[in-house]
Protein backbone atom coordinates (compact mmCIF):
# COMPACT_ATOMS: atom_id res chain seq x y z
CA UNK A 1 0.00 0.00 0.00
CA UNK A 2 1.20 3.39 -0.95
CA UNK A 3 1.48 6.60 0.86
CA UNK A 4 -0.92 9.71 0.14
CA UNK A 5 0.97 12.81 0.55
CA UNK A 6 -0.97 15.70 -0.53
CA UNK A 7 0.74 19.20 0.14
CA UNK A 8 3.36 20.39 2.64
CA UNK A 9 2.79 18.73 6.08
CA UNK A 10 -0.75 17.42 5.33
CA UNK A 11 -1.29 13.77 5.74
CA UNK A 12 -4.04 11.53 4.68
CA UNK A 13 -3.64 9.75 8.29
CA UNK A 14 -4.76 5.40 6.89
CA UNK A 15 -5.75 6.45 3.55
CA UNK A 16 -3.96 3.78 1.18
CA UNK A 17 -0.55 4.04 3.51
CA UNK A 18 1.62 1.48 4.92
CA UNK A 19 1.20 0.71 8.76
CA UNK A 20 3.60 -1.04 10.70
CA UNK A 21 2.41 -1.92 14.36
CA UNK A 22 4.04 -3.74 16.93
CA UNK A 23 2.02 -5.13 19.89
CA UNK A 24 3.06 -3.61 23.24
CA UNK A 25 2.16 -3.58 26.89
CA UNK A 26 0.91 -0.13 28.59
CA UNK A 27 2.52 1.95 25.36
CA UNK A 28 1.47 3.89 22.71
CA UNK A 29 3.95 5.70 20.19
CA UNK A 30 2.99 7.18 17.11
CA UNK A 31 5.21 8.42 14.02
CA UNK A 32 4.52 10.13 10.95
CA UNK A 33 7.14 10.60 8.86
CA UNK A 34 6.82 13.16 5.44
CA UNK A 35 9.16 14.42 2.79
CA UNK A 36 9.57 17.27 5.04
CA UNK A 37 9.82 16.16 8.80
CA UNK A 38 9.05 13.40 11.23
CA UNK A 39 6.69 13.81 14.53
CA UNK A 40 6.73 11.21 17.12
CA UNK A 41 4.22 11.15 20.26
CA UNK A 42 4.15 9.16 22.77
CA UNK A 43 1.78 8.96 26.38
CA UNK A 44 3.56 8.80 29.23
CA UNK A 45 2.31 5.98 31.50
CA UNK A 46 5.10 3.13 32.48
CA UNK A 47 4.08 -0.27 34.25
CA UNK A 48 6.73 -1.52 36.27
CA UNK A 49 6.32 -5.37 36.86
CA UNK A 50 8.34 -7.36 39.81
CA UNK A 51 7.43 -9.28 43.30
CA UNK A 52 3.58 -7.66 44.10
CA UNK A 53 1.13 -6.56 41.38
CA UNK A 54 2.10 -4.13 39.19
CA UNK A 55 2.43 -0.64 39.45
CA UNK A 56 2.52 2.50 37.17
CA UNK A 57 3.89 5.61 37.12
CA UNK A 58 4.76 8.59 34.74
CA UNK A 59 7.90 8.10 32.65
CA UNK A 60 9.44 9.56 29.31
CA UNK A 61 9.23 7.25 26.49
CA UNK A 62 10.04 10.30 23.68
CA UNK A 63 13.68 11.49 23.74
CA UNK A 64 16.52 13.61 21.92
CA UNK A 65 19.89 12.97 21.72
CA UNK A 66 23.00 14.56 19.32
CA UNK A 67 20.41 15.80 16.23
CA UNK A 68 18.06 12.61 16.79
CA UNK A 69 14.49 11.75 18.22
CA UNK A 70 13.67 8.03 19.78
CA UNK A 71 11.33 6.27 21.52
CA UNK A 72 10.68 2.70 23.13
CA UNK A 73 8.06 0.16 23.47
CA UNK A 74 7.92 -2.70 25.81
CA UNK A 75 10.63 -3.96 27.49
CA UNK A 76 12.65 -0.99 27.87
CA UNK A 77 14.66 -0.85 31.64
CA UNK A 78 15.88 -3.28 34.08
CA UNK A 79 18.32 -1.21 36.26
CA UNK A 80 18.93 -4.20 38.82
CA UNK A 81 19.62 -6.69 35.81
CA UNK A 82 22.00 -4.23 34.04
CA UNK A 83 19.47 -4.16 31.00
CA UNK A 84 19.47 -0.52 29.47
CA UNK A 85 17.86 -0.16 26.16
CA UNK A 86 17.50 3.37 26.24
CA UNK A 87 21.05 3.69 26.96
CA UNK A 88 21.84 2.09 24.13
CA UNK A 89 20.18 3.35 21.39
CA UNK A 90 21.23 6.58 22.97
CA UNK A 91 25.33 5.73 22.02
CA UNK A 92 23.77 4.18 18.86
CA UNK A 93 23.14 7.94 17.92
CA UNK A 94 25.37 9.72 19.29
CA UNK A 95 28.39 8.00 17.49
CA UNK A 96 26.43 7.43 14.26
CA UNK A 97 27.30 8.08 10.71
CA UNK A 98 23.55 7.80 9.44
CA UNK A 99 20.35 6.89 10.74
CA UNK A 100 20.13 3.07 8.76
CA UNK A 101 23.74 2.24 10.65
CA UNK A 102 22.16 3.23 13.66
CA UNK A 103 19.71 0.95 13.49
CA UNK A 104 21.92 -1.78 12.83
CA UNK A 105 24.24 -0.99 15.73
CA UNK A 106 20.98 -0.85 18.15
CA UNK A 107 20.17 -4.41 16.77
CA UNK A 108 23.68 -5.80 17.21
CA UNK A 109 24.07 -4.40 20.83
CA UNK A 110 20.11 -5.38 21.77
CA UNK A 111 20.28 -8.25 20.39
CA UNK A 112 22.43 -10.19 22.87
CA UNK A 113 21.38 -8.01 26.25
CA UNK A 114 17.60 -8.19 25.65
CA UNK A 115 18.22 -12.38 25.01
CA UNK A 116 20.43 -12.19 28.24
CA UNK A 117 17.45 -10.25 30.56
CA UNK A 118 14.86 -12.30 29.32
CA UNK A 119 17.33 -15.46 30.45
CA UNK A 120 17.82 -14.33 33.51
CA UNK A 121 13.76 -13.35 34.03
CA UNK A 122 12.78 -16.89 32.61
CA UNK A 123 14.69 -18.22 35.96
CA UNK A 124 14.24 -15.18 38.59
CA UNK A 125 10.72 -13.69 37.54
CA UNK A 126 8.91 -16.57 35.15
CA UNK A 127 5.72 -14.50 35.82
CA UNK A 128 7.58 -11.52 34.41
CA UNK A 129 8.75 -13.48 31.26
CA UNK A 130 6.00 -15.31 30.04
CA UNK A 131 3.87 -11.71 30.04
CA UNK A 132 7.36 -10.09 28.17
CA UNK A 133 6.58 -12.90 25.18
CA UNK A 134 2.99 -13.26 25.70
CA UNK A 135 1.08 -10.06 26.76
CA UNK A 136 3.07 -8.25 24.21
CA UNK A 137 2.60 -10.62 21.21
CA UNK A 138 5.89 -11.70 21.10
CA UNK A 139 7.12 -8.11 20.09
CA UNK A 140 9.19 -8.11 23.40
CA UNK A 141 10.92 -4.57 22.63
CA UNK A 142 10.77 -1.76 20.06
CA UNK A 143 12.60 1.11 19.23
CA UNK A 144 11.88 4.06 16.64
CA UNK A 145 14.88 6.65 15.71
CA UNK A 146 14.49 9.27 12.76
CA UNK A 147 16.91 12.45 12.66
CA UNK A 148 17.32 15.15 9.50
CA UNK A 149 19.94 13.56 6.90
CA UNK A 150 21.17 15.62 3.86
CA UNK A 151 17.51 17.63 2.29
CA UNK A 152 15.19 15.00 3.95
CA UNK A 153 13.79 13.55 7.34
CA UNK A 154 15.06 9.49 7.68
CA UNK A 155 12.94 7.64 9.92
CA UNK A 156 13.33 3.67 11.07
CA UNK A 157 12.15 1.09 13.57
CA UNK A 158 13.01 -2.20 14.64
CA UNK A 159 11.08 -4.75 16.63
CA UNK A 160 12.96 -7.29 18.47
CA UNK A 161 10.28 -10.44 18.81
CA UNK A 162 10.95 -13.32 21.48
CA UNK A 163 9.79 -17.07 21.05
CA UNK A 164 11.46 -20.51 22.38
CA UNK A 165 12.32 -23.56 20.51
CA UNK A 166 11.09 -27.00 21.32
CA UNK A 167 14.35 -27.45 24.06
CA UNK A 168 13.62 -23.81 26.06
CA UNK A 169 16.34 -21.73 24.21
CA UNK A 170 15.24 -17.85 23.77
CA UNK A 171 15.76 -16.42 20.58
CA UNK A 172 14.76 -13.45 18.98
CA UNK A 173 13.73 -12.46 15.33
CA UNK A 174 13.96 -8.74 14.10
CA UNK A 175 11.27 -6.61 11.68
CA UNK A 176 12.44 -3.49 10.06
CA UNK A 177 10.96 -0.91 8.81
CA UNK A 178 12.49 2.44 6.71
CA UNK A 179 10.98 5.67 5.13
CA UNK A 180 12.48 6.64 3.30
CA UNK A 181 12.45 3.26 1.00
CA UNK A 182 11.13 0.26 -0.27
CA UNK A 183 8.53 0.57 3.02
CA UNK A 184 7.37 3.81 1.63
CA UNK A 185 7.37 4.45 -1.73
CA UNK A 186 5.19 7.56 -1.47
CA UNK A 187 7.30 9.19 0.88
CA UNK A 188 4.42 9.12 3.90
CA UNK A 189 4.81 6.39 6.32
CA UNK A 190 3.23 6.16 9.82
CA UNK A 191 4.60 4.01 12.55
CA UNK A 192 2.61 2.29 15.64
CA UNK A 193 4.28 1.11 18.54
CA UNK A 194 2.03 -0.27 21.55
CA UNK A 195 -1.51 -0.43 21.70
CA UNK A 196 -4.10 0.56 19.19
CA UNK A 197 -7.00 -1.12 19.67
CA UNK A 198 -8.98 2.40 20.28
CA UNK A 199 -7.30 3.74 17.14
CA UNK A 200 -8.53 0.74 15.36
CA UNK A 201 -11.82 1.49 16.89
CA UNK A 202 -12.41 4.74 15.50
CA UNK A 203 -11.13 4.40 11.86
CA UNK A 204 -14.10 1.26 11.95
CA UNK A 205 -16.79 3.91 12.87
CA UNK A 206 -15.12 7.60 11.24
CA UNK A 207 -13.50 5.80 8.11
CA UNK A 208 -9.83 6.39 7.75
CA UNK A 209 -10.22 9.12 4.87
CA UNK A 210 -9.53 12.21 7.03
CA UNK A 211 -6.46 15.15 6.93
CA UNK A 212 -4.66 16.24 9.69
CA UNK A 213 -1.09 17.81 9.86
CA UNK A 214 1.36 15.58 11.64
CA UNK A 215 1.83 17.77 14.41
CA UNK A 216 -1.80 17.10 15.36
CA UNK A 217 -2.97 14.14 13.89
CA UNK A 218 0.64 12.20 15.77
CA UNK A 219 -0.69 13.32 19.13
CA UNK A 220 -4.36 12.73 18.63
CA UNK A 221 -4.15 9.15 17.37
CA UNK A 222 -2.50 8.84 21.14
CA UNK A 223 -5.11 10.26 22.60
CA UNK A 224 -7.47 8.25 21.82
CA UNK A 225 -6.13 5.34 23.23
CA UNK A 226 -5.99 7.69 26.49
CA UNK A 227 -9.23 8.70 25.91
CA UNK A 228 -10.36 4.73 25.87
CA UNK A 229 -8.81 4.43 28.93
CA UNK A 230 -6.41 1.61 27.12
CA UNK A 231 -4.49 -0.16 30.16
CA UNK A 232 -1.02 1.01 31.04
CA UNK A 233 -1.59 4.20 28.52
CA UNK A 234 -1.77 7.47 29.87
CA UNK A 235 -1.42 11.33 29.58
CA UNK A 236 0.54 13.69 29.23
CA UNK A 237 1.50 12.95 25.53
CA UNK A 238 4.83 14.24 24.79
CA UNK A 239 5.46 15.20 21.09
CA UNK A 240 8.54 15.91 19.23
CA UNK A 241 9.39 17.14 15.61
CA UNK A 242 11.89 16.82 13.63
CA UNK A 243 12.81 19.53 10.44
CA UNK A 244 15.62 20.74 8.39
CA UNK A 245 15.95 23.25 10.85
CA UNK A 246 16.50 21.26 14.01
CA UNK A 247 14.25 19.26 17.06
CA UNK A 248 11.59 21.03 18.50
CA UNK A 249 9.52 19.57 21.04
CA UNK A 250 6.12 20.73 20.94
CA UNK A 251 4.78 19.66 24.24
CA UNK A 252 7.13 18.03 26.61
CA UNK A 253 6.43 17.33 30.50
CA UNK A 254 8.78 18.43 33.35
CA UNK A 255 11.09 15.69 34.17
CA UNK A 256 12.33 14.19 31.13
CA UNK A 257 15.93 14.81 30.74
CA UNK A 258 18.41 13.67 27.22
CA UNK A 259 20.01 10.83 28.11
CA UNK A 260 23.72 10.97 27.59
CA UNK A 261 24.11 14.48 27.86
CA UNK A 262 28.07 15.55 28.43
CA UNK A 263 28.57 12.15 26.71
CA UNK A 264 31.70 12.18 24.32
CA UNK A 265 33.04 8.60 24.13
CA UNK A 266 34.20 7.92 20.60
CA UNK A 267 33.46 11.81 19.51
Not at 215 to 220: D, I, K, N, Q, T
Request: proline share 4%.
Amino acid sequence: MVGVYWVPLLVALFASMTIWATPSHSTTIVAIRTPDLVVIAGDSAGTFRGDGPERTRSVCKVFSVEGAGFAISGLSKDLHRGFDAETIVAKALWQRESIRGAIIEVQNKLSGTLTAELERLKKEEPTVYGKSLQEVGGCVTSVLIAAFEGHEPVASAIAFKGQEDSSGRIGLSTIYLNCPGDDCPGGVLTFFLGERGAIDRYTAKHGKNFHMIPEEGAPFLVGLEIAAGTSGVGSPIDVLKITKEGLFWITRKTGCNDPLSGFTQGK
